[in-house]
């Protein structure tokens, strides 16, 4: 955790050097797992080996059995049982004296002609077997075998073996090897000793974080990192996390924090995602297809148990608030919010989040002064990102702005209109003054720069056209922010329907005189944000028609350079891949195979664009999506 708030540093130098402490991490918690499952295999393999001593002595007891009459054993089913005991006990000495031989046995032994050859198991882990005289005997067998992922207790198993419910009949996990111990449940006896739950716990739990942040890092850094020696994995991340995630203590609840974070954050900022599968059973907790997507039920079921475990704590119910907006139920999660932002946290942290998601639920819900109000409180909460706060607030601002010069009287209108206006550019002129505060890697923050720019380009055209500072703003910049936090996957149709009319102020309404004056960038920007709303509602020929005629058409030079909206092109081609992807259900004339493949080439274009503005945010969509076509596309080949 200490590198990775290293690679936050403002400082280049002490993130370059997280960076090496990441590497250092990556590999010590490689080689731990590593361990652990070699040892997991070790242990299926003396399993084996002892159900195939059973096997062994219950042939040879049958044999016995069939002459018992003289042998004085008959048919007495008291005899029977009393038989049965030393044979279970027979096994356990065996299994014990091969255990204490193959951990006694030297890491090299001398060949006939005197020359040394390694052994076979000189890496395998055993248990130390101080003696075996003082070692109690069992009723009943009380280990388990387990078999391709399948867990059974022998205790419960027929001496009778029957080759129809033999090994070979066990289902077979569609799993790699690398995941020998992840259907293990914190109560197995495997975790009996405290040291190594928490030892697993953790390792599962710091590793799966590394992988799953690695392989969403986008793709022109992700090709650097796999050059030094990262290798992101976010199927077995996830996998490593949801084990993790078991266990009752810090690792497990910080593996819940983390897994929740990710379906409520991460897979809700993006589009292209594969269909989650709901599995029950012990293959569940192994199926790399579970954790895919928004696995809506094992995360409602998460939350739940962790709500169980940590009653009292907030950070609880703001999950559940972000879980509600996933669902399209963001006047929930705004109640939800409210009420918990009544009692007081012992950690600040857990309020400013509180407020910052309330701010961007009341955004999504088009609540235009509790959007402001709250972003104006997140200063104060926050010493990071001031500038988009405050730029924020000013937008919502110009969104109230414009309503009431719809709808209000010409008597009321002049003081509104007025407030409104002075609020907006206020807040939108603070923004640049808060710009550049805060670096990451010693660069400016993303968003500052974006802030910046756009409120300069605003004050240049007001001055070229001799208009007010408000009436020179383009294009929503409050609906701007929806799209770049992609607030339609949690809106409902009505919410959407309140933003495509937002929109239609800049091209339908009387109203805005200027927009015969915009530039062809501004008008890419109305064109992107009112397809990516038209895709939401489940219009894609409308989206691609207007994508195809606000963007795609026009050449890319145009679209660059200066004060324009360069992110607008592959922002663009994005969306096109997005729409593909939606439609590979539907048919419209294609295959599925057809529509995935066009989306592919729409994913691959954005994928390879040159730099341009927020390229790291629209670049984990573009990750994303290559991760999931990925997957698609092995899984059409098994």
């Not at 050059?227 to 690792?251: E, P, T, V, Y």
């Not at 409210?338 to 309020?351: A, F, G, H, I």
Request: aromatic fraction near 8%; glycine fraction near 6%.
């Amino acid at each position: 955790m200490g590198a990775v708030v290293c690679v936050l540093n403002e400082s280049l130098t002490e993130s370059i050097r997280g960076f090496y402490k990441i590497r250092k991490a990556f590999m010590a918690l490689d080689a731990l797992l590593h361990a652990e499952n070699k040892y997991m295999k070790g242990q299926s393999r003396n399993s084996i080996e002892g159900r195939k001593s059973i096997d062994s002595l219950r042939s040879n007891t049958s044999k016995q059995s069939i002459n018992g009459t003289s042998a004085g054993l008959g048919n007495n089913s008291t005899g029977a049982k009393k038989q049965e005991k030393p044979l279970l006990n027979v096994v356990r000495q065996k299994e014990l004296a091969t255990a204490a031989q193959s951990r006694a046995s030297p890491k090299s032994q001398e060949t006939s002609d005197g020359s040394k050859e390694d052994s076979d198991d000189d890496e395998e882990f055993y248990d130390v077997v101080e003696s075996q005289e003082d070692i109690p005997k069992t009723e009943t067998y009380a280990g388990h075998i387990e078999i391709n992922g399948v867990t059974q207790d022998l205790a419960k198993q027929s001496l009778d073996f029957d080759s129809r419910s033999g090994i070979q009949d066990l289902p077979q996990m569609a799993i790699s090897s690398d995941h020998q111990i992840l259907d293990h449940d914190p109560d197995s006896e495997i975790f009996s000793n405290p040291i190594d739950v928490f030892v697993h716990s953790g390792a599962n739990l710091w590793f799966g974080l590394l992988l799953v942040m690695i392989s969403m890092i986008p793709p022109a850094f992700n090709k650097l990192l796999f050059i030094i020696g990262f290798h992101g994995d976010r199927d077995r991340g996830l996998l490593l996390l949801w084990q993790a995630s078991k266990f009752h203590n810090i690792n497990g609840a910080m593996a819940g924090l983390v897994l929740l974070g990710y379906y409520h954050g991460v897979v809700g900022f993006a589009d292209i995602l594969p269909e989650p599968v709901s599995l029950k059973g012990p293959e569940a907790a192994l199926s790399q297809q579970n954790v895919r997507g928004y696995p809506k039920e094992r995360c409602e079921e998460l939350l739940q148990d962790m709500r169980a475990r940590h009653p009292k704590s907030q950070l609880w119910l703001l999950e559940e608030a972000r879980m509600e907006a996933m669902n399209c139920h963001l006047s929930s999660a705004l109640s939800i919010l409210k009420t918990s932002s009544k009692t007081k946290s012992p950690l600040k942290q857990v309020e400013a989040l509180n407020m910052f998601e309330m701010s961007l639920n009341a955004m999504y819900i088009h609540d235009y002064s509790l959007c402001a109000e709250s972003f104006l409180k997140c200063i104060k909460m926050n010493n990071w990102s001031h500038a988009l706060y405050y730029y924020i607030a000013g937008a919502a601002h110009v969104e109230m702005y414009r309503r009431d010069k719809l709808s209000i009287r010409s008597s009321e209108k002049k003081a509104a209109l007025q407030k409104h206006a002075e609020k907006a550019t206020e807040y939108f002129r603070l923004s640049t003054k808060h710009a550049g505060k805060k670096k990451f890697m010693a660069r400016q923050l993303p968003f500052d720069v974006f802030v910046t720019r756009k409120v300069q380009k605003w004050e240049t055209r007001a001055k070229e056209w001799n208009v007010a500072f408000i009436d020179a703003v383009g294009v929503s910049p409050l609906d701007e922010m929806i799209f770049f936090w992609n607030g339609y996957k949690r809106m409902n149709k009505e919410e959407m329907q309140t933003s495509l009319e937002n929109l239609a102020w800049s091209d339908t309404r009387k109203e805005n005189e200027t927009w015969v004056k915009e530039e062809k960038d501004e008008k890419a920007v109305l064109a992107v944000l009112r397809a990516a709303t038209l895709r939401a509602l489940g219009r894609w020929d409308d989206a691609v028609k207007c994508l195809q005629d606000g963007v795609l058409d026009i050449d890319r030079a145009e679209l660059k350079g200066g004060l324009r909206d360069d992110w607008t092109a592959p922002s663009a081609h994005y969306e096109r891949g997005a729409v593909c992807w939606m439609r590979r259900k539907e048919g419209g004339g294609k295959s599925e195979m057809e529509w995935v493949k066009e989306c592919e080439s729409w994913v691959e274009k954005a994928a390879k664009w040159e730099s341009y503005e927020l390229d790291a945010r629209i670049g984990l969509k573009v990750a994303t999506a290559q991760d999931t076509l990925k997957k698609y596309w092995e899984g059409t080949r098994r």
